[in-house]
């Protein structure tokens, strides 16, 4: 398989971004490997926290969350998906599949062979998030669930989704901090985009960020429908604890909270809450309060 890898210059003198990357291979499932980043902060051998990215962003995502969350004695662990922030980056969008995705994060969890993982995840980290806990129940203690769905595609996604999916492919550039620009309630410093850009030196560095808005399943006999059906399985019985932490102001995926609420046994009497004056990524609009949330959440389920 070819692969792209963003050059470590690209990452130098971020804002608000100092931390030590780490790194790991994955198998690339054509016979090579793929290297996959990761930062690993706070005590090792503190509870895990696993802080899950979406498209089209990366681990710098969660900056602002890391410090309050190993503050708090936690282990804080964010991966870079393949195809984003200083993982390699495959150059073939036909080799970027919901299920090779699945893998890798598989195979993430198995070589850190990470137990009792608290997981926090957002837009495609709850793609991939929720469908490895529905596939490692064992693994997983608890789940924070930030603007984010497993579809099956048995429902409509929504017109809100439906014509980011149409702008995702038919942009003739794909503005990476454009797309977070867009997805945020607050404006963006100038070197925030620079550090949203960073991974993507050119268009050759996008294809797994263009090829991921295809890969949500939408209809019933979609690839990755009956494998999201199987996790949801998993997840109706689920009885450890369950919080969704939504923004107010998401069109693409407001109302799946009160869905994951209703469907998830582990949500009952949970306090779920509605992070005010936050987008898509509320991460990078109420990174703190967000943080504050998941702690909160961690010290009562413990």
């Known amino acids: 398989m070819k692969a792209l890898r963003t050059p470590d210059s690209r990452f130098q003198n971020l804002a608000g971004f100092d ?6 291979n994955v198998d690339d499932f054509e016979g090579g490997e793929l290297r996959m980043h990761y930062l690993d902060e706070g005590p090792q051998d503190g509870p895990i926290v696993l802080l899950m990215h979406g498209e089209p962003s990366w681990c710098y995502l969660y900056r602002k969350m890391i410090p309050i969350i190993t503050a708090a004695g936690y282990r804080a662990i964010a991966p870079d998906l393949i195809g984003f922030g200083r993982s390699d980056k495959p150059a073939d969008r036909k080799d970027y599949t919901y299920a090779r995705h699945m893998g890798w994060m598989q195979s993430f969890l198995d070589q850190l062979d990470l137990q009792d993982i608290h997981l926090v995840c ?15 129940p064992d693994r997983f203690a608890s789940v924070v669930a930030a603007n984010t769905f497993l579809p099956t595609g048995d429902k409509d996604p929504g017109a809100a989704f439906k014509k980011w999916q149409r702008f995702s492919q038919e942009t003739p550039e794909f503005h990476i901090a454009g797309v977070i620009k867009g997805g945020t309630v607050t404006p963006l410093p100038q070197e925030v985009m620079d550090a949203y850009n960073a991974p993507f030196p050119d268009e ?8 991921f808005p295809i ?6 006999d979609d690839p990755a429908a009956e494998a999201n059906r ?6 109706g019985q689920w009885q450890k604890p369950f919080l969704t932490a939504f923004s107010d102001s998401d069109p693409v995926t407001r109302g799946a909270d009160r869905f994951l609420q209703k469907a998830i046994p582990g949500a009952q009497g949970q306090d779920h809450v509605t992070i005010e004056q936050g987008g898509h990524f509320l991460q990078e609009d109420q990174g703190e309060t967000l943080a504050e949330v998941v702690v909160r959440f961690l010290d009562k389920s413990r």
């Open 230 to 235: 199987q996790a949801w399985k998993v997840l």
């Open 122 to 136: 957002q837009d495609w980290g709850g793609l991939l998030g929720l469908r490895l806990v529905g596939e490692n």
């Open 19 to 24: 931390y030590q990357p780490h790194y790991l």
């Open 215 to 220: 890969l949500v399943p939408t209809t019933p």
């Open 204 to 211: 050759s560095f996008k294809e797994g960020a263009r090829q």
